[in-house]
Structures are given as C-alpha cells and as structure tokens.
C-alpha cells in the first residue's frame, strides 16, 4: 500500500543533539571495528609481509622470510587466531629461530589481532634485556607497529621499557621471578620464553607457569599460550613434561637420494674419526650419505607429523635438533667438532644435549657405595690443608640438640678435601653453642704450604629455628657468613641465588632487613657431588708419570668414620610419577641421618658465593703463589700471612684475592 506523500513529513533540522555529539562518529567506529572477525591472515603471512629483522637484533638483517626456517612456518600459523590450537609447546636447540617466531607473533597481534599479551623470561632483568634488544626493533623497523605504538619519549605514550600499549590491547613483559609482574593483568595472548629457566616458584607464590596461564582462562576457546624452551634435566624440565603431554611432533624431511621420510637424529650423523669436515647423515631407508648441501632442499619439503596423542587436544607440541638449522648457521661439522671437544667432561655433555639436540640431560643420581669410599680414603697429617686446597670453606646443619660442621678445602677445578668434620653439643637455645660456632671462624688450620687458613665462608642451614640462625649470622657480619635456604631443583645455571633480606631477632625485637639469606638448588650441588665422587682416579703408576687427579675429585682423609660416610652418601636420586603421569626427579634418603650430605652442599655453596665458579686464572694463580711462598708458622695473631704489606706489583689490595680479609 502506497503512503500519501501528506503523511510524509520533511526532515528540516535535526533531532535535539544529535549532531552537536562530537564524539559520535569515533563511537560508530570503534563499533564497528570491535565486530570486525579477527583476520585470515596467518602470522608467518604477516611475517613474509611486514616483518623487518633489524641490525641490532638479527645476525641477517632485512626482511623476514620463514623460507629461511621452514620449520618455523605451521609453529607461527598455529598462533594465528584461525586456528583452534590453544597450546603451542616448542622443546627445541638453541639457535634455531624460536624466539624471533615469537616477536613476529607479538607484532602481528598488535598490528592484526589487538589484545592484552603477557611476555615472560625467566627474570625481570632479562625481560628488560629483551624489550632493548628485541621489542623496541620490531617496533622501530615496521610502519606498521610504529603507527601503533607511539614512541617512549611521547606525553601520554602508554610505551615503557615493560608495558606498550596499543589501539585495543597492551604488551605486558615481565620476568618469572615476579608473581606481581605474572598476575598484572587478564591476557588472552600468553608468550613464556625459556620456562626451564623458571625459578620454581614466583616470590613463593607458585608456579610461574601456572600462574602465567591462569591470566587467560577468561578467554576461554580464544586463547593463546606459546610455550618455548631448550630443556635442561630429565623429570625436572617444564618444556619436557608439556611436551611429553602433547602429540610430540617431529619434523620429518625427504632422503634425497630415495625419498624416505624421517625425522633427524644424532646417531645417524657420522664422520671420519678426528674429522667433523666429513660429517654427512646416513638415511633410515637406503643407508646412503647424505651430504649437508641438501638441507636446505629437504627443509623445504619437510613436514611436523604427529608422533603420539596428546592429553588435552587442544594442545600441540614440537621437537627440534640444531641438526636442521639452515645453511649458514649451525653446520653439521660444528656440530661434531662440539661433541668431540665435549668428551670427558659431563658439564660439556649435558650442554650438547640441552642446547644442540634440544633433548634433557639424564641425572645419575645413583648413591655410590660408602664402602668404595671408605677403602679410597687417603692419609695425611689431620688438621693440615693438603698443598692442594687453597681456602676453605664450612657447611653448619643445626640440628635439636647440636650443630654439626664440615670443614673443606677447595682448590683448581674444584678438587676439594675433607679438613676437619666438627659436633658443637647443645642446639640453638643454648648460649654457649653458639659461642662455640663464633669461635670456630676465628680458628685457623695449617697448610702443608705453612701459612694458616681461616674459614673463608661459612654457609648455615636455617631450616630448624631460622630465627636464632638469623640472629647469629647478622651478628658475624655477612662477609664471613651466608644464612642459607635449601630448595628442590636443579639450577646449574645460578645454583646459589640472592641474597634476599629477612627480618632477624635481636633480644626479641624485630629487626626488618636483619639478615641476608641465600637460596641453594641442593639438588645441583648434591648431583654434582655424587658425579665428583664417580670420578676415575689415577693409579699409583700413572701419579708416578706426572698424572694428576681429575678436576672435582673428592678426598676424604683416613680419619673419617663409617657413619659419616654413610650419612655422605645417605640419599639417591629417583625417578617419580606425578599424579598426572609425569616424570619427576625427587631425592630419596636410603638412611636416616645425612648430615653430611647436607654440610657438604653447604659448604659448596659457601664457595659457589665466594665466587670459586667464576674466578679468572690470574685469582688462582696469585693464591697458589701466595700459599707455595709462605714460610712454615709465619702467621700473626689474626691468622694473616704476617706480610700484609706485600702485594703483586700492579695490582690493587681489593682486586688481590690472596689478601682477602679473613683467609689467612
């Protein structure tokens, strides 16, 4: 039915405020663009397209290409938003592209896909790092992301070291060791880089994993989690047991010669022995050699296939070698020359595995026969540092009714000697304990060089009355003593971590920043012990041809009784099943008692922060000369070398190690 033209009323001004809303058409838009699907553009699409690797960041600046990583390519375009996959776990070699995977993700949500995103390294120093070295790049190098990210030095950019802000979302980075930096803010986007460098709780709040991920369970189906690392320890690494949890794909490429499929293994890599330049791989299907110049065609034509079925489906996860790094990065010569050069040292070993094969390191943690021990003990004067041992360092256990204290002698390589094993009777509330261990600081022992060595370090458990620990390692001063906290886990990175300040007690008030307490990784010191202890020594006929002993070996002298070796070697490393079916490394007492196992890791840890793992040849040095030169008994009453005045000519008194204050 037609509507009489006199029922039509014009229109000759506008409705009340309808037009004097200034803000209106800003409001439609960002209406509209809030409805607008996120797009079909997959991240290695915008990556190809958009992505610039600066100098300062890339060892081959210019454009992004993922022809240049192919593996790279199905990991990017699982984070795209049309993809279901809310998981994504790379167990992976160093070197091999990962992390620049993960910053093209980043630009690619701020300039495709806005929305709040969480950036985690193991530590807030190292987020900061990254933000410099890898973040403000991307930004700088793409039009794209600098038109929505202002710079820094803006008013009101919202663009800091750890926070960029952009139209619709914000990038947060923080560091794993900050609970308050991972509960910041909801994420829908989650990128946690080198989780096995995690410490294992967030400021004791938990885990920094768990904690990381619970800021995007809002988003339910939309969101995304991108975990990344090199793995370190077999049942303790993080990226092992997500990736065990996963459908564990590999990346398999093409035998040029038959066509076979199959993922690269180390095994199959061979050469001539002593020479890594005849390094080819043998195929799984004809055996033939194949030469590394085809990598890159086999790259290209490689593919991820599913090797298991994951737990949850909505997780993928994948594995990759340094054997598939591209032409011109990690050869497969280097490779071998790696391996050779890390015969004969375990620490060596592990790093291949970790960092080149990007598989975890089995911990032998097997308690070795205290009888073995026992018929292995050597004889020399008691009470006397060996001419090997160059400080000394102690380990104290307080126990109810004692303190139980281990002396040792550490020398180059960390060969160590077991000096003097001393029992304080009466616990921490009794006065005269106490005064027994303060006594024990100023004590010197005799060098078969003849100076005399006082306790360089000692390291005291605070796991039974912290309190009274405190409030008697405060009053030493903490240049000769370091409160410590034993905690699970291997951290052979930083196994000794802090100090921390806690609050002391002094005549029952409270004293806020009373004490400074370090944190250890027991289990690293303990493995590492246990391998020093496993150690080949060299027969009476070899020491007669100039052999010596290996670095990290263990002497115990003739002196030490049948149960302190039993309480040496009183636990063993196992392998555990969580409730959910991963692998966990957990130490297990075989006995009761292991105070010695205990004042051990104490007193490695004394030299771990006396900086033993970090001192330059020319420390050791000056201290084998300064202790060889001493004459027997020359010694003032302070336990110094009574040459105070005497230090090498160039050298300063605070950078000479030989004159530290209290080791002599």
């Known amino acids: 039915m037609s509507v009489p033209s006199s029922t039509i009323l014009p229109r000759s001004k506008p409705i009340s405020g309808e037009d004097d809303f200034d803000g209106a058409a800003e409001i439609l838009r960002a209406w509209s663009e809030g409805l607008t699907p996120d797009p079909d553009l997959t991240v290695s699409q915008w990556a190809d397209r958009h992505r610039m690797l600066s100098g300062r960041a890339s060892a081959e600046p210019g454009r992004y290409r993922t022809a240049r990583t192919p593996y790279m390519g199905e990991i990017m375009d699982r984070l795209s938003p049309g993809d279901p996959t809310q998981r994504i776990v790379f167990m992976k070699a160093a070197q091999v592209g990962a992390t620049e995977a993960g910053n093209n993700w980043i630009g690619f949500a701020i300039h495709q896909a806005p929305g709040p995103m969480l950036a985690v390294q193991p530590t807030v120093e190292l987020a900061k790092r990254n933000s410099r070295q890898r973040i403000d790049p991307l930004i700088d190098e793409s039009p794209e992301l600098r038109e929505r990210v202002k710079p820094a030095r803006s008013r009101d950019a919202g663009n800091t070291m750890l926070s960029k802000e952009f139209a619709g979302g914000i990038l947060i980075m923080t560091g794993a060791n900050s609970a308050v930096g991972l509960r910041s803010t909801p994420a829908r986007y989650i990128f946690l880089d080198e989780v096995d460098a995690y410490p294992a709780s967030a400021d004791e709040e938990g885990d920094p994993v768990t904690l990381a991920e619970a800021r995007s369970l809002t988003f339910a189906h939309r969101r995304k989690v991108f975990l990344v690392s090199t793995p370190t320890i ?100 280097r490779i ?213 002993f290996s670095p990290g070996t263990v002497h115990l ?59 330059s040849e020319e420390k050791w040095r000056d201290l084998e000369d300064q202790l060889g030169s001493a004459p027997y008994g020359d010694t003032d009453p302070a336990g110094q070398i009574n040459r105070p005045g005497q230090v090498p000519q160039g050298k300063r008194r605070s950078d000479w190690l030989g004159r530290r204050e209290g080791w002599f």
């Not at 002298?557 to 969580?578: D, G, I, M, S, Y």
Request: aromatic residues 12%; glycine residues 8%; contains cysteine.
């Open 234 to 333: 077999r049942g303790m690494s993080r990226i092992e047991r997500d990736y065990e949890a996963s459908d564990q794909r590999r990346f398999f490429v093409p035998c040029p010669h038959c066509g076979e499929m199959q993922w690269l293994k180390f095994e199959r890599l061979r050469w001539q022995k002593g020479q890594p330049e005849t390094a080819e791989y043998h195929c799984e299907g004809c055996d033939t050699p194949v030469a590394e110049h085809h990598k890159t065609a086999m790259l290209e034509a490689g593919e991820w296939r599913a090797t298991a079925t994951a737990v949850d489906p909505n997780s993928v996860g994948y594995h990759l070698s340094a054997l598939y790094s591209p032409i011109g990065w990690l050869s497969w010569e």
């Open 336 to 548: 071998v020359r790696a391996w050779d050069a890390a015969q004969g040292s375990d620490e060596a070993i592990k790093a291949f595995r970790n960092t080149i094969l990007g598989e975890t390191w089995v911990e032998t943690g097997e308690a070795p026969d205290w009888q073995r021990l026992y018929d292995r003990r050597e004889r020399w004067t008691p009470g006397m540092v060996p001419a090997g041992g160059l400080f000394l360092t102690a380990g104290a256990d307080v126990q109810k009714d004692r303190i139980e204290v281990d002396v040792w002698a550490w020398g180059r390589g960390l060969e160590s000697w077991l000096v003097d094993h001393i029992v304080i009777e009466g616990g921490p509330d009794r006065h005269e304990a106490w005064a027994d261990l303060t006594d024990l600081l100023g004590r010197t022992w005799p060098h078969e060089g003849g100076a005399h060595l006082k306790i360089a370090r000692l390291s005291i458990d605070t796991g039974y009355e912290a309190p009274a620990v405190y409030g008697w390692s405060r009053a030493q001063g903490f240049a000769q003593v370091s409160p410590v906290k034993g905690v699970e886990g291997f951290n052979r990175a930083s196994p000794v971590s802090g100090p921390t300040y806690v609050d002391a007690t002094e005549g029952g008030k409270r004293l806020r920043r009373g004490a400074r307490l370090w944190t250890v990784a027991v289990s690293t010191f303990k493995a590492e012990t246990y391998r020093f202890l496993r150690l080949e020594r060299p027969t009476e006929e070899d020491m007669a041809n100039g052999a010596a």
């Open 557 to 615: 002298p003739h002196w030490v009784e049948n149960e302190w070796l039993k309480q040496f070697v009183a636990e063993q490393l196992v392998t555990v099943r969580t409730k959910r079916g991963f692998a966990k490394l957990e130490w297990q007492k075989l006995r009761e008692r292991n105070e010695a196992l205990d004042c051990r890791v104490y007193a490695r840890a004394a030299a771990w922060i006396a900086g033993a793992d970090r001192w």
